[in-house]
């Protein structure tokens, strides 16, 4: 099922103390944005993806798509101060399309399988998100003290893609706008319509680059994957 994907990509990094856009930090010898990349480029049921940048790194981001020979880019919007304001920047410079997925660009390990199931189920929902089940005993905390034990069958972590049909995600970033509303994803915004997300069940693999940490734990999963093809 045909899909264009919106990857936000003009965030600052400061989590990562990287001094610079993570996007452009190395992962065995590869930009994380990159990696990211090439799974949809190499993903026949994507028909083209947008990429909201700086407009500094807008030259930058070029040379690594001529690089890496990434085809597919459709439109380099400039992106804005939140998250939010990026993907409504690529929003309005899309032509209709039947599916939308909204992707962390920093969420290099995503699979084609799990996106099947995200467009298959937004097509026939309207939305669907990535998430995992939450693994750890989970307590509701004020001012230090524990007030409650959450039960945890009931919760589960949000990942991307989260997948929509067109009409759906654009009247939800138009109306945030004009109400000058700001949510947590893009999910948020479509609840607010009163429409129903469904979730779709995704891997822990699925890892946002966001510490340092979290290269450590990347490098890992890239030599893991690299070992199941032999």
């Known amino acids: 099922m045909q899909y264009e994907v919106v990857l936000p990509a003009a965030g600052s990094g ?20 990159i990696h990211t990349l090439e799974v949809f480029q190499h993903d026949e049921n994507c028909s083209g993806i947008w990429l909201a940048v700086k407009p500094e790194e807008r030259e930058y981001i070029q040379h690594l798509l001529d690089k890496y020979s990434i085809t597919k880019v459709k439109g380099l919007p400039d992106g804005g101060e939140e998250r939010q304001h990026s993907v409504h920047s690529c929003i309005k410079e ?65 990942q991307t ?18 109400v000058g509303f700001l949510g947590t994803d893009e999910a948020m915004l479509v609840e607010r319509l009163g429409h129903t997300v469904h979730i779709v069940e995704a891997s822990y693999e699925n890892l946002k680059m966001t510490t340092k940490e979290d290269l450590v734990l990347g490098e890992a999963i890239l030599r893991k994957r690299e ?3 032999f």
């Open 94 to 158: 899309m032509e209709q399309v039947d599916i939308v997925l909204v992707h962390d660009a920093a969420r290099p390990f995503i699979t084609h399988d799990i996106i099947a199931k995200l467009t298959y189920t937004a097509k026939e929902k309207g939305a669907a998100i990535a998430g995992v089940r939450a693994k750890d005993t989970m307590k509701k905390v004020k001012d230090g003290i524990i007030i409650e034990t959450v039960d945890r069958d009931s919760l589960w972590m949000i």
């Open 161 to 178: 893609p989260q997948a929509f049909r067109f009409d759906i995600i654009a009247e939800a970033e138009d109306v945030a706008e004009k």
């Open 14 to 33: 400061k989590r990562m103390g990287a001094g610079q856009n993570k996007l452009f930090l190395l992962l065995a010898n590869k930009p994380i944005l």
């Open 227 to 229: 070992s199941e093809l």
